[in-house]
């Protein structure tokens, strides 16, 4: 089992900046692919971005390009999600996940409870 406890999220204006984490646990040797994925009110859950844990390839759904980033810490397990220049769209519960496979918008195996980001105009 792969454990994941998101953190970060918070209300801000738009136009600002906001860094998620993403702390991982337990089995995590058996997982090649970290990802964000969010799910905002009334809405299905949608892929952001994807990292590989030993690569550092990266995938990103079109309108998060040149606004978010994914990055991660192998030393301490951690992923991140950088989100500049927020707008009132990306308000919804964004969700770490896990995964053996790299590709854009990978199947996840594991999952977090999820942090809420809340982006006001």
């Known amino acids: 089992q792969v454990q994941l406890v998101e953190s970060g999220g918070g209300l801000v204006q738009a136009g600002d900046s906001l860094r998620l984490s993403c702390a991982a646990s337990?089995?995590?040797?058996?997982?090649?692919?970290m990802g964000w994925f969010r799910q905002a009110p009334g809405k299905e859950r949608e892929f952001i971005a994807t990292i590989g844990w030993n690569s550092g390839i990266t995938y990103y759904v079109d309108f998060v390009k040149g606004r978010f980033i994914i990055s991660r810490d192998k030393a301490k397990n951690t992923v991140y999600l950088q989100m500049n220049s927020l707008k009132p769209e990306d308000t919804a519960v964004y969700y770490c996940?896990?995964?053996?496979?790299?590709?854009?918008?990978?199947?996840?195996?594991?999952w977090g409870k999820g942090t809420l980001v809340t982006v006001s105009s």
């Open positions: 337990g089995r995590t040797f058996v997982t090649n692919a």
């Open positions: 996940a896990a995964g053996p496979k790299l590709t854009y918008n990978p199947p996840m195996r594991y």
